[in-house]
């Protein structure tokens, strides 16, 4: 009967067959074990030669890594391996052999793995974070569904900016100047006039000359948006939606986060409510952790956030930032215009900013003074003005970044692991 590694607990004492690749392999003089992957998972299959024979134990020993094929036996339980069972090896039929596979055991540099992130995306390690970015997928779907959002998908094509017009991808569309999506939010407006709560999930762009461990030029992005919500309320749907996600990764991917070592002790606290704290009470806090030179005014770096992020055990939510550094259409403080009702939240262990979100100005007078103040003509955003023509309401959005994400729950350093084939300042292969 043929089945899969995930599913070899339901043949605990049966024969199966296997469809599978060499990852590693050990040998003595009488007996071989072998590391199969089947994509669904890892497992160990035994071969003794007393039990399969002199040819059949030589072929066993010869196979290469990476090599395919269909591996029969019966699944017995291993208490020492993550997985819980292992196979004993009856027979093996080679699919297709792999001559000096490049990715060998020991040790490569990243740029090495990198230019062979076709092959790299086998390792254990990396099937293991790309489990994880699925299962925050799933459950990302599951939470929003659940609270009867309705998906709604922008164009990556656009005609405007929605964020900032230095990091935009410039193609063009016909004769007309066109620009790759940095974001649906200016689109997932709109439909939340249409449908009340929606989200979007989808690739966006970013022409960024930055080259961290934390940016990508192409990465995916969450975009709910909600009418009739305001700024407060939409930080609530955020800390539950964050808390769904990693209770989702600690219950379904546990044999992963194994694989990976994360301390999940801290990914256990990940309950919602999380801490708030104000701009102005972060720039005092950055302050006294001696950050001297900060000033009210400037937006955080990466070493500011870290700082602010190490105060607490949960994510930290920094609040009401001053208008000047943020977008033009985050609704302003009705008590102090200065600062705008939008919130950062920041991810704990120095992983940084996971989502950025604020309510949005609904009055039509105020969008269109923005509109002078930014520099913003062109038919391109005639129609998010008329938004607040038609039966404008206050409504709040925001953005969580999937890679930094799948980069903090999974405890790997660098966003560039977190995406099957990273788009970076310098990389556009494979
Ligand atoms: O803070 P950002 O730029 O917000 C927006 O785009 C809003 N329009 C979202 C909204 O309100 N609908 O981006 C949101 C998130 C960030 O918090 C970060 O997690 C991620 O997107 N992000 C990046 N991730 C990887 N590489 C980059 N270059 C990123 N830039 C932003
Ligand atoms: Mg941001």
């Given at each position: 009967m043929k089945t899969t590694i995930a599913e070899v607990a339901k043949h605990v004492g049966e024969e199966v067959t296997i469809g599978a690749w060499l990852a590693n392999k050990r040998s003595s003089g009488k007996i071989a074990f072998l590391q199969l992957r089947d994509g669904t998972g890892f497992m160990q299959g035994i071969v003794v030669k007393a039990d399969i024979g002199e040819d059949k134990f030589q072929e066993a020993k010869a196979l290469t890594q990476e090599s395919s094929l269909y591996v029969t036996g019966k699944i017995v339980e291993d208490t020492r391996s993550p997985l819980g069972f292992e196979m004993q090896v009856t027979d093996f039929e080679l699919i297709h052999e792999a001559v000096d596979y490049p990715i060998t055991p020991k040790e490569h540099g990243t740029e090495f793995l990198m230019d062979h992130r076709h092959l790299w995306l086998r390792s254990s390690r990396q099937h293991a974070v790309m489990?994880?970015?699925n299962e925050i997928i799933r459950a990302t779907y599951e939470f929003f569904n659940d609270k009867g959002y309705v998906k709604v998908d922008p164009p990556i094509l656009t005609g405007s900016s929605a964020e900032g017009t230095t990091e935009l991808f410039?193609?063009?569309y016909f004769d007309e100047d066109a620009y790759l999506s940095q974001s649906g939010q200016l689109y997932?407006?709109?439909a939340?006039?249409?449908f009340g709560k929606v989200f979007s999930f989808g690739p966006t762009f970013r022409a960024e000359k930055s080259k961290t461990r934390r940016h990508l030029i192409e990465f995916w992005m969450i975009e709910p948006e909600m009418a009739f919500m305001n700024h407060e309320e939409s930080l609530e749907v955020q800390e539950q939606y964050v808390s769904h996600v990693v209770q989702s990764v600690l219950e379904n991917c546990k044999i992963e986060l194994d694989t990976l070592g994360?301390?999940?002790d801290q990914l256990a606290k990940i309950q919602a409510p999380f801490p708030r704290i104000s701009y102005d009470d972060a720039i005092q806090l950055l302050k006294d952790k001696g950050f001297d030179d900060i000033e009210w005014g400037e937006d955080f770096g990466a070493p500011h956030e870290t700082a602010i992020a190490e105060a607490y055990d949960k994510p930290v939510f920094i609040t009401n930032y001053p208008a000047e550094i943020k977008?033009?259409?985050m609704k302003p403080d009705p008590e102090r215009p200065e600062v705008v009702l939008c919130a950062d939240l920041i991810a704990p262990e120095g992983y940084g900013e996971i989502i950025g979100?604020?309510?949005r100005i609904d009055d039509l007078e105020l969008m269109k003074q923005r509109y002078e103040e930014h520099d913003l003509t062109g038919d391109a955003y005639k129609w998010y003005l008329?938004?607040?023509e038609y039966g404008s309401v206050p409504h709040s959005g925001f953005g969580l970044g999937l890679e930094r994400t799948v980069a903090w729950i999974s405890g790997v350093e660098h966003v560039r692991e977190t995406i099957p084939f990273p788009r970076l300042l310098n990389r556009l292969y494979p």
């Open positions: 489990k994880v970015r410039h193609t063009k997932m407006e709109a939340a006039m249409a994360r301390d999940t977008a033009f259409y979100g604020s309510q008329q938004l607040r």
